[in-house]
T-cell receptor, first 113, second 113 residues
Framework: KAGVTQTPRYLIKTRGQQVTLSCSPI?????VSWYQQTPGQGLQFLFE???????NKGNFPGRFSGRQFSNSRSEMNVSTLELGDSALYLC????????????FGPGTRLTVT | AQSVTQLDSQVPVFEEAPVELRCNYS??????LFWYVQYPNQGLQLLLK??????LVKGINGFEAEFNKSQTSFHLRKPSVHISDTAEYFC???????????FGQGTELSVKP
């Protein structure tokens, strides 16, 4: 069974631009969560989607948004990029919502210049 | 609110020696606990999880962890480490309210020959 895939793997953007990251969960998984990883703040939860609905949201500004499609694929969008948005963005999928083990993708490395 | 503290940011150890990576959590509700490993330029891989039942949990690659409710700890152990165990290790907690994982700051395990 294929793992979680994220595209693109690397991305360079300029301050003020917007970016869209994509995540394809493991086949059959219906829950997708997003995390931001930075050296200073560590791993922080962004949001979770289950059956196309946002079920949980972390403490990030409204510039960070996401959605989930009927095939469980998910996208996250960051508008008006800031230098501090440079990070590794990780997507994780699980079969159930809640305390089910999450399987992580390799991440998208976003650099904002 | 839940939180996780990993007591050591770096742990150097010689090959074939035992190792313990310490993790303490705080939560006012029942928790589920996880240990993940991250190799350079990769996503997170689940090592083991505690959901309920036996407090001694065995995971992949010879790792195990013990859930101690009275001390609110979930320390990770391996009796004999290999060079290939060099990586960053993250302890995480969640509850049954959703898929939001709260991570510790990580422990960098460095195995020397």
């Amino acid at each position: 069974k294929a793992g979680v895939t994220q595209t693109p793997r690397y991305l360079i953007k300029t301050r003020g631009q917007q970016v869209t990251l994509s995540c394809s969960p493991i086949s059959g998984h219906r829950s997708v969560s997003w995390y931001q990883q930075t050296p200073g703040q560590g791993l922080q939860f962004l949001f979770e989607y289950f059956s196309e609905t946002q079920r949980n949201k972390g403490n990030f500004p409204g510039r960070f948004s996401g959605r989930q499609f009927s095939n469980s694929r998910s996208e996250m969008n960051v508008s008006t990029l800031e230098l501090g948005d440079s990070a590794l963005y990780l997507c994780a999928s699980s079969f159930l919502q809640g305390a089910d083990e999450q399987y992580f993708g390799p991440g998208t490395r976003l650099t904002v210049t | 609110a839940q939180s996780v503290t990993q007591l050591d940011s770096q742990v150097p150890v010689f090959e074939e020696a035992p190792v313990e990576l310490r993790c303490n959590y705080s939560s006012s509700v029942s928790v589920y606990l996880f240990w993940y490993v991250q190799y350079p330029n990769q996503g997170l891989q689940l090592l083991l999880k505690y959901l309920s039942g036996s407090t001694l949990v065995k995971g992949i690659n010879g790792f195990e962890a013990e859930f101690n409710k009275s001390q609110t700890s979930f320390h990770l152990r391996k009796p004999s480490v290999h060079i290939s165990d060099t990586a960053e290790y993250f302890c995480a907690v969640t509850n049954n309210q959703g898929g939001k994982l709260i991570f510790g700051q990580g422990t960098e395990l460095s195995v020397k020959p």
